[in-house]
């Protein structure tokens, strides 16, 4: 006879406490969810179209700070990963861009002073 405080073991049989959901003995999971209800399957993975040569063009013009930032603001969040990425490289772009400038600016500048003597 069971027990009000024990119920039996789905899996082996043998009476355990109530407030359990997985049989100390056999392992098996009762009947209660002990983690809430059972994951539902998910449907088919979400297909994304290539970005192709588009991203190239993206990256070019992103050694522009401002279009870089600006991308980078828009497709950050973007559920594609591929766009994630591309919104990633254009901004480490754009920074690229700044330096570039900063250096070349500087050369220019130099250069200048040069040919000014």
Same mark, same amino acid.
């Given at each position: 006879?069971?027990?009000?405080?024990?119920?039996? %073991?789905?899996? %082996?049989?043998?009476?355990?406490? @109530?407030?359990?959901?997985? %049989?100390?003995? %056999?392992?098996?999971?009762?009947?209660?969810?002990?983690?809430?209800?059972?994951?539902?399957?998910?449907?088919?993975?979400?297909?994304?179209?290539?970005?192709?040569?588009?991203?190239?063009?993206?990256?070019?013009?992103?050694?522009?700070?401002? @279009?870089?930032? #600006? #991308?980078?603001? #828009?497709?950050?969040?973007?559920?594609?990963?591929?766009?994630?990425?591309?919104?990633?490289?254009?901004?480490?772009?754009?920074?690229?861009? @700044?330096?570039?400038?900063?250096?070349?600016?500087?050369? #220019?500048?130099?250069?200048?002073?040069?040919?000014?003597?």
């Amino acid at each position: 006879m069971v027990d009000q405080q024990t119920r039996m %073991c789905t899996g %082996c049989g043998r009476q355990i406490p @109530i407030e359990y959901n997985v %049989c100390p003995h %056999c392992g098996r999971p009762q009947n209660q969810a002990p983690y809430g209800p059972a994951p539902q399957p998910y449907g088919q993975p979400q297909q994304y179209e290539p970005m192709g040569a588009l991203k190239y063009l993206l990256y070019l013009l992103s050694l522009s700070f401002i @279009i870089g930032l #600006i #991308i980078f603001l #828009i497709w950050n969040n973007d559920p594609n990963p591929e766009k994630r990425h591309v919104a990633k490289n254009c901004l480490l772009l754009a920074f690229v861009g @700044i330096v570039l400038n900063i250096v070349c600016w500087g050369a #220019i500048a130099m250069a200048g002073l040069m040919f000014a003597w």
